[in-house]
């Protein structure tokens, strides 16, 4: 199984951009993506179970980001809007089999992309 990330960028306060996330071997319970900014702990971005039955998008974040999925193409993606300097971090996309309690949780993932770098300027 592999993950590779990409679409990061440099983007102004209140632009968009689009990560993608390719990912290869069997299809997953849930994906998500985490990030991590410097100095901080890595935490939880958005997550949605290949069924599309459950989306779960952290507070920080919704209503700004969509988390989606192509299941032919096996692409994840995550579409951020109205980005915010504090949006600056590292985004990492993840696969695994979480039960629901742990679905937005790094523990819940087995699977890591590289991570690819986003940084918004003010």
């Known amino acids: 199984v592999q993950l590779q990330a990409s679409g990061g960028g440099l983007v102004q306060a209140g632009g968009s951009l689009r990560l993608t996330c390719a990912a290869s071997?069997?299809?997953?319970?849930?994906y998500a993506w985490f990030r991590q900014a410097p100095g901080k702990e890595r935490e939880f971005v958005a997550t949605?179970?290949?069924?599309?039955?459950?989306?779960v998008y952290a507070d920080s974040v919704k209503g700004r980001f969509t988390i989606s999925r192509d299941n032919a193409k096996n692409l994840l993606s995550l579409e951020m809007n109205s980005l915010k300097p504090e949006d600056t971090a590292v985004y990492y996309c993840?696969?695994?089999?979480?039960?629901?309690?742990?679905?937005?949780?790094?523990?819940?993932?087995?699977?890591w992309g590289q991570g690819t770098q986003v940084t918004v300027s003010s």
């Open positions: 993840a696969a695994g089999d979480p039960i629901i309690t742990f679905d937005s949780a790094s523990e819940g993932y087995s699977y």
């Open positions: 071997g069997r299809t997953f319970r849930s």
């Open positions: 949605m179970r290949s069924s599309r039955s459950r989306i």
